[in-house]
């Protein structure tokens, strides 16, 4: 099985603050790598899929970039409601999530 | 519009089994995965194996393997995760997802108690 590796496991941030969030796979996953956003009680949200694409509605602020075994998700101007939980995923073979990164306000 | 809709919370004792269902609508049902993913209080997504509505293929997690059961009734676009042998943490929430990532169902609560 494929293994996915998140860090940081949370983070405190201001608005406005620019936000990283890797992610690393245990073997290569191409670019089937997808970022999702969870707030409490609710589904995951899809923000962003084949580790660069923005999914439809999602805001420009959000972006991911990465190949192989080593990816981001970078928030660049964090807003009052992105702050969440953020888990990437594989769908290379199967699936798998990272443990995710929880994103509070600081 | 694309709808997956599951049915609703369920309290179980340990042992039992549960079933959940993933009503799909606005779209062919035939052509897309379904995914089932769980949810612990206050952890991460664990995915839990997939079946390919058209012709029944499953694929599981090796974590579940023997104790779930994926299953579809194409008559009503319906997809069924089956858990059997339940334990406390087992406590989750479970979510089924179109295999194109972006429609997922709103989740039903199973919460394994004595």
């Known amino acids: 099985d494929i293994q996915m590796t998140q860090s940081p496991s949370s983070l405190s941030a201001s608005v406005g603050d620019r936000v990283t969030i890797t992610c690393r796979a245990s073997q290569s996953i191409s670019t089937y790598l997808n970022w999702y956003q969870q707030k409490p009680g609710k589904a995951p949200n899809l923000l962003i899929y084949?580790?660069?694409s923005l999914q439809s509605g999602v805001p420009s602020r959000f972006s991911g970039s990465g190949s192989g075994t080593d990816f981001t998700l970078t928030i660049s101007s964090l807003q009052p409601e992105d702050f969440a939980t953020y888990y990437c995923q594989q769908s290379y073979n199967a699936w798998t999530f990272g443990q995710g990164t929880k994103v509070e306000i600081k | 519009q694309v709808q997956l809709v599951q049915s609703g919370a369920e309290v179980k004792k340990p042992g039992a089994s549960v079933k959940v269902s993933c009503k799909t609508s606005?779209?062919?049902?035939?052509?897309?995965?379904i995914h089932w993913v769980r949810q612990a209080p206050g952890q991460g997504l664990e995915w839990m194996g997939w079946i390919h509505p058209n012709g029944g293929d499953t694929h599981y997690a090796q974590k579940f393997q023997g104790r779930v059961a994926l299953t579809r009734d194409t008559s009503i676009s319906t997809a069924y995760m089956e858990l059997s042998r339940l334990r406390s943490d087992d406590t989750a929430v479970y979510y089924c997802a179109r295999d194109d990532l972006n429609f997922w169902g709103q989740g039903t609560l199973v919460t394994v108690s004595s």
């Open positions: 606005g779209y062919t049902f035939t052509d897309y995965y």
């Open positions: 084949g580790a660069s």
